[in-house]
């Protein structure tokens, strides 16, 4: 069984940065991509960002590059989301997603519960 657990959301102002976490409860974790997705109010899920098993490749959406940053801690288990130059279009319930495999797929087998982030302006 596979958990995740996010953490880090909070109320932040916009230009202002947050970093997530999430924290993976599976053993070979080192083996996995992960990905961050984010659902805003009244809209669709949507994909933010991925990371390979080994961190060397990294793939972001339009609307984040070169302001988001996804990293990988394999010996902690914990995949991370540093967002910089937040807006208020970044606000969303942020989710940690994987689908044990290579890749992550647009719509991921495995999430987490989530955590709000509000970007206020």
């Known amino acids: 069984q596979v958990q995740l657990v996010e953490s880090g959301g909070g109320l932040v102002q916009a230009g202002g940065s947050r970093r997530l976490s999430c924290a993976a409860s599976?053993?070979?974790?080192?083996?996995?991509?992960m990905g961050w997705f984010r659902q805003a109010p009244g809209k669709e899920r949507e994909f933010v960002a991925s990371?390979?098993?080994?961190?060397?490749?990294?793939y972001y959406a339009d609307s984040v590059k070169g302001r988001f940053t996804i990293s990988r801690d394999n010996a902690k288990n914990t995949v991370y989301l540093q967002m910089n130059s937040l807006k208020p279009v970044d606000t969303a319930v942020y989710y940690c997603?994987?689908?044990?495999?290579?890749?992550?797929?647009?719509?991921?087998?495995?999430w987490g519960q989530g955590t709000q982030v509000t970007v206020s302006s």
């Open positions: 997603a994987t689908d044990l495999g290579s890749i992550v797929t647009n719509s991921p087998r495995y």
């Open positions: 599976v053993r070979t974790f080192r083996t996995y991509a």
């Open positions: 990371i390979t098993w080994s961190g060397g490749s990294t």
